[in-house]
């Protein structure tokens, strides 16, 4: 996969769904892992009061739903419902059955920002992780880092990978350069070492392969 750079944040309105079209994810390493590739990597925001409907049918795929800002209720065709609130993350794996997802913005007054990504899975059973911060998940934290500073990240297990998202900045994660829109998933059999040269706000959560 080819990297381009986002210039700037360009959102097409969408009926109440301002997508942002100009983010370009960089998968590193570009090797196929068991989180495969990104196949598709949205920033949108949601009007007050709006819904997203979305459908997925015979093609295993993680989706990965980061909520940045403001919160949203989330349910699907198989019964399953829940509220994802600032910084919460959710994984759904339709598997190769169909199935069919409502994201809606119950607040009256404010919009929310959320990170899409849509990984190629090599699972074809269906299932739904729900990562919070006030919960036991490990390796799920928002963290913001001051210009100068360097941090590593060793997982729990060699089996897990990271996947890193730029909010803000940009950070040097062995020796790859990932700015603000970026995404990037790393296995953890390695440490992985960051270095920010400037102020960065990164997300980032960890998944088993």
């Not at 190769?96 to 997802?101: F, H, K, R, W």
Request: charge should be negative; charged fraction near 20%; glycine fraction near 10%.
């Amino acid at each position: 996969m080819r990297y381009i750079a986002e210039q700037n944040r360009k959102f097409t309105d969408m009926g109440g769904v301002k997508i942002s079209h100009a983010i370009y994810p960089v998968v590193y390493p570009p090797v196929a892992t068991g989180w495969g590739t990104v196949i598709r990597f949205d920033n949108k925001v949601m009007k007050a009061g709006r819904q997203e409907i979305q459908n997925f049918t015979g093609s295993p795929m993680q989706i990965i739903r980061i909520v940045i800002s403001g919160s949203a209720a989330y349910y699907d065709s198989t019964g399953y419902s829940t509220v994802l609130n600032q910084d919460d993350v959710l994984v759904v794996n339709p598997g190769n059955g169909a199935l069919q997802s409502v994201l809606y913005n119950s607040d009256d007054g404010l919009e929310n920002e959320l990170l899409e990504i849509w990984l190629k899975s090599n699972s074809n059973g269906l299932n739904h992780i729900l990562h919070t911060l006030n919960s036991d998940n490990s390796g799920l934290g928002r963290i913001k880092f001051k210009a100068g500073t360097s941090y590593d990240i060793t997982g729990s297990k060699k089996t897990h990978s990271i996947i890193l998202s730029i909010l803000c900045g940009a950070v040097l994660a062995n020796g790859k350069y990932l700015n603000y829109g970026d995404v990037a998933i790393f296995s953890l059999e390695n440490p992985i070492h960051l270095e920010f040269e400037r102020s960065a706000d990164v997300f980032q959560i960890e998944v088993e392969n």
